[in-house]
Nanobody
Framework: VQLQASGGGLVQPGGTLRLSCATS????????MRWHRQAPGKQRELVAG???????NYADFVKGRFTISRDNAKNTVYLQLNSLKPEDTAVYYC?????????????WGQGTQVTVSS
């Protein structure tokens, strides 16, 4: 099972980005999917999560600016980042609860860099 994150880049304050995280491999079921981020010198933190049914939750610092969504047919989770701030600069990681035929396990993507700077 692999998660491939993409969509990061350099953007000016106030700008937008859309991150994608596609899953592949032997997947029987996907449960909750999430985005985390880790800034230099800081601990990794949860940004947003979404259940199979589409229920979402967000960290307070992104409410109203970021939107998480998923396409269950494509086994992909997205994160729309609006009104970006310099403090949003971090490596963004996706993860997902996946049943691979033997167990539920949390798989992580490799991360995609988001840099917000003028």
């Amino acid at each position: 099972v692999q998660l491939q994150a993409s969509g990061g880049g350099l953007v000016q304050p106030g700008g937008t980005l859309r991150l994608s995280c596609a899953t592949s491999g032997t997947i029987f079921k996907i449960g909750d999917m999430r985005w985390h981020r880790q800034a230099p010198g800081k601990q990794r933190e949860l940004v947003a999560g979404i259940t199979t049914g589409g229920r979402t939750n967000y960290a307070d610092f992104v409410k109203g600016r970021f939107t998480i969504s998923r396409d269950n047919a494509k086994n992909t989770v997205y994160l729309q980042l609006n009104s970006l701030k310099p403090e949003d600069t971090a490596v963004y990681y996706c993860n997902a609860d996946i049943w691979d035929g033997y167990r539920w396990y949390i798989y992580w993507g490799q991360g995609t860099q988001v840099t917000v700077s003028s």
